[in-house]
């Protein structure tokens, strides 16, 4: 693996991470391609509803 795919890589695990609330407890690539394919789905449907819910505030707050 490449230092920029490894780099994407730990980006993807830490983004979980912080999205999900859960902690990445593996140490090997492996783990961490096995993490990120397990709750990447879940991190993207988060990642939607916060930009939805942050879109819709601010569309709030330019019509008043």
Do not use: C, P
């Not at 890589?9 to 999900?20: D, G």
């Not at 090997?28 to 819709?56: G, I, M, N, P």
């Amino acid at each position: 693996m490449e230092k920029w795919q490894l780099d994407a890589l730990n980006f993807e695990v830490k983004a979980i991470e912080t999205f999900l609330g859960i902690t990445f407890e593996g140490e090997t690539v492996e783990q961490k391609q096995e993490f990120v394919a397990a709750h990447k789905d879940k991190r993207t449907e988060v990642t939607s509803e916060l930009l939805r819910t942050a879109y819709e505030d601010n569309e709030g707050e330019k019509s008043k």
